[in-house]
């Protein structure tokens, strides 16, 4: 596979995530993981993302019964689209660019 295809797959795993967060990027990554090492890390580095912030999201989920989590929330759905799309330059650009603050789980 060449170069470029491995970058602009690596960097679709994360624009697709905004329109298909769950299918999408699984159906690239376990396609393509075996061919590419750049795109099975990106995936990986996806998909951990993903349960982080998922867990993130239902800790300010319940502190919205002490009224914090409302701002934990709105932090968190900012962050979120920030952190894809910093994510998505970096895989274009050839980075193997890593999530802070989220568990590495795969």
């Known amino acids: ?6 970058r602009l797959l690596a960097m679709v795993i994360y624009l697709i995530s905004f329109f298909f967060p769950l299918i999408g990027p699984l ?3 376990l396609i393509k993981k075996n ?3 750049y795109i099975d890390h990106h995936g990986r580095e996806y998909f951990n993302f993903l349960i982080s912030f998922t867990v993130y999201y239902i800790i300010g989920f319940i502190l919205t019964f002490v009224l914090i989590g409302i701002l934990v929330l709105i932090v968190l759905g900012i962050a ?3 952190l894809t ?3 998505a330059i ?3 650009e050839g980075d193997r660019y890593r999530f802070p603050l989220i568990f590495r789980l795969l």
């Open 35 to 37: 061919d590419s090492d």
């Open 1 to 6: 596979m060449e170069e470029k295809d491995e």
């Open 90 to 92: 970096k895989a274009y």
């Open 27 to 29: 159906v690239i990554w």
């Open 85 to 87: 799309i910093i994510a």
């Open 80 to 82: 979120t689209i920030v």
